[in-house]
């Protein structure tokens, strides 16, 4: 094992050791486990970034509306996933099989 010893590298191999072992917790597999609640990051951290987002509702001095969709995958082949959030929570989760 290497050990990072210069002092501008050490915030480097930190920040590329977090976006890997986050990469690993993201998990297609896992996208039928997310429920409503939970915090965007918590859903991130479960499932990973969305393959696309849409904002619905962005309204000054009102909670946020947005949807990420998530594609099929190999690990959760032929379903689509639509969260549906509302002031940064899942409000609604959409499974739909997708031909």
């Not at 501008?8 to 896992?30: I, K, M, R, V």
């Not at 099929?72 to 609604?92: K, M, S, W």
Request: hydrophobic fraction near 40%.
């Amino acid at each position: 094992m290497h050990r990072v010893t210069h002092p501008t590298l050490a915030p480097l191999a930190a920040a590329l050791l977090l976006a890997s072992a986050s990469t690993l917790a993201a998990d297609a597999g896992e996208r039928k486990f997310i429920r409503k609640g939970m915090g965007e990051g918590e859903v991130v951290l479960k499932i990973g970034q969305p393959d696309h987002e849409a904002l619905l509702r962005a309204v000054r001095g009102q909670p946020e509306e947005k949807t990420w969709t998530y594609f099929p995958n190999a690990r959760d082949p032929q379903t689509l996933t639509i969260v549906r959030f509302h002031a940064g929570r899942v409000a609604e989760v959409e499974r739909k099989i997708a031909r």
